[in-house]
């Protein structure tokens, strides 16, 4: 499925991956492929994602709400950080985009 | 003729203003790559919230205080926000944006509504204290770079305003006049009614200027979405963030325009002072000729005299 995560004043990270884990309103909600239709608001806490090359990102983001439909993830929150290597990841990533 | 010595004190005040404005046109040209890309930047944003209100609006037969409220109440008080510049130097960009807001504030009056005004940006806030006007809420600093911070602060305070009750001062419509950016060139000054959110379809007008909202799709069939935890709670959590993003675009094209036009009245500015020098010049050379001219005359007068006496 393809992963759109943008914060208020910047897109973050955009790619495929197999899974993703956002903290939904009543706890934190594991998506899948060909998950049902979903449309949450998202509270503050950690997004982890899997993209499909392996690994694991995690993203601390606050408020926010993601939709979920066509194996398409949007993401959008007011805030996001990149915590520990994906911090590197997503700064090659910037620079391969510029 | 003034004396070259004045001529050429001119020349160098002169020249020191186009050093000036040159370099305030370079200044506001290379920020104005800068706004283009915070105004990208932000741009996934606020599609991911109209995508999600589109849907939103499609699934569910929505009832919000955002969308009508308070036109029943027949409450007059509506608030006017005014997006202008910090700073000068930028051509008639913040006296446009005041001259349509004036003539909003007396079309509202003439309506019989009681505007309030809201204002963002140094200049407006200075013109509007000098009148006495009331000013029910300001913002200044960083409007050739508006953040995300400033534009929460913005739409919570107009939120609030909204939100209230008409008999506690509460507001029963949002207009919001700023700076649209056309292109480098053009810049259009324009007024929206920001609230309430007229849901409307794009392909019929999307030239009215009141039409804000995300089109409402009538063909395909929209995903069937399951709503966590409600409908209601999600339209809450949506509903302030897309006036949030909204705003945040007003403020973003009104900072490239406010760029845009600086870089306009900076390069004019400079055109003049290099045609001021260039006819400065010319006089200094005429008034250098005339006084050569002088001196000649009177040396070959003098030696005239002298030759004829001997």
Known sequence: MSVNLVAADRPVWSGEAKAAVIPAESGAMGILLNHEPVLTVIKKGEIRLTPVEGGELRFNVDDGFAAFDANK?????????ATEEKALHSGAEAAAAE | MASQLAFKSRIESTQSLAKIFNAQEMIASSHIAKARNVALAAKPYSDAIDDAMM????????????????????NPRVAVMAI?????????????????????????DGEGKIPELYVF??????????RN??????????SDHPGVEIAEQISQ???????????KGGVSELYIVFTEFVNMVVQKVRILRMLPVQLVDHSEDSDD???????????GVPPLYTFEPSAEE????????????????CLLTAAASETASRQNAMHTATDNANDLIDQLTRKLNASRQASITQELTEIIGSADALNKEE
Request: contains cysteine; glycine residues 8%; charged residues 25%.
């Open chain 2, 84 to 108: 202008t510049a910090d700073r000068g130097m930028a051509g008639a960009y913040t006296s446009s944006i005041i001259r349509e807001t004036e003539g909003l504030l007396s079309r509202l």
């Open chain 2, 133 to 142: 006007r009331d000013i029910e809420g300001t913002w200044e600093g960083n």
């Open chain 2, 234 to 249: 999600v339209l809450d959590a949506i509903l302030p963030r897309y006036v949030q993003s909204r705003i945040h675009e």
């Open chain 2, 121 to 130: 940006g140094r200049r407006g806030v200075s013109y509007f204290k000098y």
């Open chain 2, 157 to 167: 305070t107009l939120l609030d305003a909204y939100m209230k009750p008409a008999s």
């Open chain 2, 55 to 74: 849907s939103l609006v499609a699934h569910t037969k929505i009832s919000h205080p955002i969308f009508e409220k308070k036109e029943k109440e027949n």
């Open chain 2, 209 to 219: 200027v009141n039409s804000v909202g995300p089109a409402v799709a009538d063909s």
């Open chain 1, 73 to 81: 993830l949007t993401i959008a929150v007011e805030r996001c950080t």
